[in-house]
């Protein structure tokens, strides 16, 4: 009896555990017990007459609810004649309409509108449900963006997105699937909520439903932002993007360089590899060389190591690169002529990234190149991807 009631104990806080930690990442909505006003408290202050779209969310908070399946009253395909109450966030109506607010590129004061990029899916990327540029006010963070476009849902008071445009969060109970909203800025995952993230024109953000059954694996970074976050970093800080090149790639970096230079990235150099600038990186940095010519890297053979914690769904043998599946098994192994387009990071809110652009072998390392460099459309969306034989595969699988 006293073994199944520890067992149960042990059950129950494994659950609470792994509820806080896909907070980090996740669609928190509101700042945590640090003693800053969390989102709720500063519309719950406003008043009826400000924010007045967000009313139910407040009221939840001042209720002290555990959990708020109120959906946000501001829909996508609001009409242009619909008046929004005073001090609120006006968005654009109909989505015709705002493409031609976009297409004038006007605020309310008629200056250049900001805008930003913002996607939402499912399934590691696979499945699209919105993908657009979409207007924002000064002060707006990455929940005002998706409230003015989405229909939003909140749970925990408030403090997590658990739904988007219909989709909910599925806990699984202690058997089922679980299943969440995650978000990234620039490619790189939040260690910050969405009511706490500032966005800063031009940013892009990528809101991802997918499940998290591999207790450990964090995807801290991913590379269908690109040529994010090369181009705004994170946060509003940019840094200078450092292209590390194993021995007989350096032409291949310089490749890279021009077309990153291309895309409107301003500081970009290329060195041979360093383990020093690989483990202590000051900036975005892309490895880029044959695995044979990059294993011996301590910080690389250890990070090969991780594969199933390391969000990347990459993973290099003696035998060529096996490529994984969402809880990091192998799916499908190649020996030649494949390459891998990842990144990583150490822990979530990394502005110093790391990409990886590896290859089996020479003639599939140039292809991920020719990709990335050539057709980066290819990429869009996804969390990584593998290059067998000039084609772009999507991973996970």
């Known amino acids: 009896m006293l073994k199944r009631r520890l067992g149960f104990c042990l059950a129950v806080l494994m ?55 109120t959906v946000q009253e501001k829909t996508l395909g609001k009409t242009a004649d619909t008046k929004e109450p005073t001090g609120t966030k006006a968005s654009p109506g109909t989505d015709s309409d705002q493409d031609a607010f976009l297409e004038k590129g006007e605020g309310k004061t008629g200056q250049t509108a900001a ?82 993230y500032e966005l800063r024109a031009g940013d892009s953000v990528w809101w991802d439903y997918h499940s998290w059954d591999t207790f450990g694996l964090v995807n801290s970074a991913v590379i269908g932002c690109y ?56 900036g975005p940095t892309i490895v880029v060389g044959e695995w044979r010519h990059l294993k011996d890297s301590p910080y690389l053979d250890k990070l090969n190591q991780g594969y199933r914690r390391n969000g990347t769904f990459v993973h290099f043998t003696e035998d060529g690169v096996e490529l994984l599946d969402c809880r990091g098994e192998p799916a499908r192994v190649y020996a030649t002529n494949a390459a891998v387009i990842a990144a990583t990071g150490e822990g979530l809110g990394d502005g110093s990234p790391l990409w990886l652009v590896i290859g089996i072998d020479r003639e599939g390392l140039e292809q991920a190149v020719e990709a990335l460099a050539g057709r980066p459309e290819k990429i869009s969306g996804l969390y990584s991807a593998a290059v067998v034989e000039g084609k772009v595969m999507r991973l996970p699988f």
């Open 115 to 196: 805008t930003v990029h913002l996607v939402v899916t499912k399934d590691f990327g696979s499945s699209k449900l919105l993908d657009k540029k979409v207007r924002m006010e000064p002060g707006w963070t990455v929940f005002d963006v998706l409230q003015a476009n989405c229909q939003v849902k909140t749970g925990y008071s408030g403090g997590l997105i658990t739904g988007i445009n219909g989709v909910e969060s599925q806990s699984g109970g202690f058997s089922g699937p679980r299943e969440d909203w995650f978000f990234f800025v620039n490619g790189i995952c939040s260690d910050v909520g969405a009511g706490d």
């Open 15 to 69: 659950v609470i555990f792994l509820a806080v930690a896909v907070a980090g990442c996740g669609g928190r909505a509101a700042n945590d017990i640090t003693g800053h006003k969390t989102k709720e408290a500063a519309v719950q202050s406003a008043g009826p007459d400000k924010d007045a779209d967000r009313i139910q969310v407040s009221k939840a908070a001042k209720d002290g609810a555990a959990k708020n399946d």
């Open 227 to 282: 040529p994010e976050p090369f181009l705004h970093g994170y946060r509003g800080k940019t840094r200078r993007t450092t292209v590390l090149c194993a021995p007989g790639s350096l032409d291949l970096g310089e490749t890279l360089k021009e077309a990153l230079k291309a895309s409107g990235v301003s500081s970009v150099g290329v060195r041979i590899l360093n383990e020093s600038l690989l483990s202590s990186r000051s």
